[in-house]
């Protein structure tokens, strides 16, 4: 198994541009996590989302737009970059078991900068 | 805002010696959940403590948690090299995940 894989592992934006990271996990996981770190910070939570065709907020939503088409993949856009969303991207995915019973598995990273 | 702290923000200790790290946190919480994160690298789940647990033991790994006053701590023993790593604490409420800013551990050979 691959785990959970993001692509693009590296990404340079132009200010106002867009573009989509994409998160895959290969473990039928139900919940997937997009989170954002930035340096000297722990991650921050954008958006999640608890099955397929499921989304929500989460503390840092605003700029990103998030899609779950697919069990497996859960794919975060920027519509119009910006500097401040320069950073390191991560997804997770985890089982659906009892509140407090499963954990989180991470993907690499992307590390995306606006210029 | 995040949701844990952790104290201290940097450790440095020499291989053998045992790491306490601290992580305080200010709501509710299902489960508090410990990760570990080499340099440039995705975070790699240590251990769990559920809300209604006291403590746990993972290898050289131990957990305590006071819910009453809201901290938990990770204990690592007789550190290597290969421990240096950030360690970050993550509270789990609803699945609302919020991690902590993270100690940054180094243990010297």
């Known amino acids: 198994n691959a785990g959970v894989t993001q692509t693009p592992k590296f990404r340079v934006l132009k200010t106002g541009q867009s573009m989509t990271l994409l998160c895959a996990q290969d473990?039928?996981?139900?919940?997937m996590y997009w989170y954002r770190q930035d340096p000297g910070m722990g991650l921050r939570l954008i958006h999640y989302?608890?099955?397929?065709?499921?989304?929500a907020k989460g503390e840092v939503p605003d700029g990103y737009n998030v899609s779950r088409l697919k069990k497996q993949n859960f794919l975060l856009g920027l519509e119009s970059a910006a500097p401040s969303q320069t950073s390191v991207y991560f997804c997770?995915?985890?089982?659906?078991?009892?509140?407090?019973?499963?954990?989180?598995?991470f993907g690499p990273g992307t590390r995306l900068t606006v210029l | 805002s995040q949701q844990g702290e952790e104290d201290p923000q940097a450790l440095s200790i020499q291989e053998g010696e045992n790491a306490t790290m601290n992580c305080s946190y200010k709501t509710s919480i299902n489960n508090l959940q410990w990760y570990r994160q080499n340099s440039g690298r995705g975070l790699v789940h240590l251990i769990l403590?559920?809300?209604?647990?006291r403590e746990k033991h993972s290898g050289r790994l131990r957990v305590t948690l006071d819910t009453s006053k809201k901290s938990s701590s990770l204990l690592i023993t007789a550190s290597r090299a290969a421990d240096t790593a950030s360690y970050f604490c993550?509270?789990?409420?609803?699945?609302?995940?919020?991690f902590g800013a993270g100690t940054r551990l180094t243990v010297k050979p």
């Open positions: 403590i559920r809300s209604n647990e």
């Open positions: 993550a509270t789990d409420f609803n699945n609302d995940m919020r």
């Open positions: 997770a995915s985890r089982t659906r078991g009892g509140l407090g019973t499963d954990t989180q598995y």
């Open positions: 473990m039928n996981h139900e919940y």
């Open positions: 989302s608890v099955g397929e065709g499921t989304t």
